[in-house]
């Protein structure tokens, strides 16, 4: 998918559904080789030390061949769909796309057989650029202030309260000067950070804000639940119909 088929809007957003009966399922896993290499130095020998780390994970992928009702096949891939599939059975597919996007992804799954099905929110999220608000900008600008004066303010509030309790020939030496920036640094960033969220929840609640609005991937996770759910009542009815 290419970068012109992001959705910006929740209007630019189409959710659809194909639903059939499973004709075949292939599953595969791959591992993937993750190394960090993390390098130290001693600067009083010169000596350099070299960490090397490697990690795996593994996932599953299962490739769907389904037919619809009318007789169209297709088919859908999904990686760690956390359940299993058979031939024969009931399958709705979920897909999220712009509106100018002929080949939206797949972002969901439900296998009507067994009743499991499970919705992606990260393959919806990918497809997503959420707007800038004015509330992020002002959160943006506001938190790098309160988190740059945040350590400064504390440093000196501690230096002004330890100064007056030491004596005039006594000097702080090196371990409590490096106490004292590492915890202005932590409780004036954090500080910081809390302030922002306190002084945007404040405006916001007194209107000198506007409240902020459902992100689009959210109202997009609504409609494609909603959409679940219409399969789900859909396949009911005709499992009803067939059966009669």
């Known amino acids: 998918m290419t970068g012109s088929s992001k959705i910006g809007s929740i209007e630019d957003a189409r959710v659809t559904v194909r639903t059939g009966t499973l004709l075949d399922a292939q599953t595969s896993h791959r591992t993937h080789i993750n190394t960090q290499t993390r390098t130290r130095g ?3 020998t010169g000596h350099v030390q070299t960490d090397t780390s490697v990690s795996s994970s ?16 297709f088919e859908a891939i999904a990686t760690n769909a956390g359940f299993g599939f058979r031939p024969g059975q009931r399958v709705s597919v979920f897909y999220v796309g712009a509106q100018r996007n002929d080949n939206p992804d ?9 009743g499991s099905w499970r919705v992606f929110e ?11 608000t004015v509330v992020d900008v002002l959160r943006l600008v506001l938190g790098l202030i309160l988190i740059v004066v945040g350590p400064v303010l504390v440093w000196n509030i501690w230096s002004g309260v ?5 004596a005039d020939w006594q000097e702080a030496n090196l371990g409590e000067l490096f106490f004292k920036a590492m915890t202005a640094l932590v409780v004036g960033v954090f500080g910081g950070m809390f302030a922002t969220s306190l002084l945007l929840a404040v405006g916001v609640n007194l209107g000198l804000l506007p409240r902020p609005k459902p992100s689009i991937t959210s109202q997009i996770m609504d409609q494609v639940q909603q959409a679940k759910a219409e399969a789900v009542e859909a396949e009911g009815r005709r499992a009803t119909s067939v059966s009669s």
């Open 122 to 132: 990260s393959d919806v999220k990918r497809q997503v650029v959420e707007p800038i």
């Open 58 to 73: 593994s996932s599953e992928q299962i490739r769907l061949f389904i037919q619809e009702d009318g007789g169209r096949e």
């Open 106 to 114: 797949p972002v969901g799954l439900i296998n009507h057989s067994t």
């Open 162 to 166: 330890a100064d007056g309790m030491r």
């Open 42 to 44: 001693d600067v009083a």
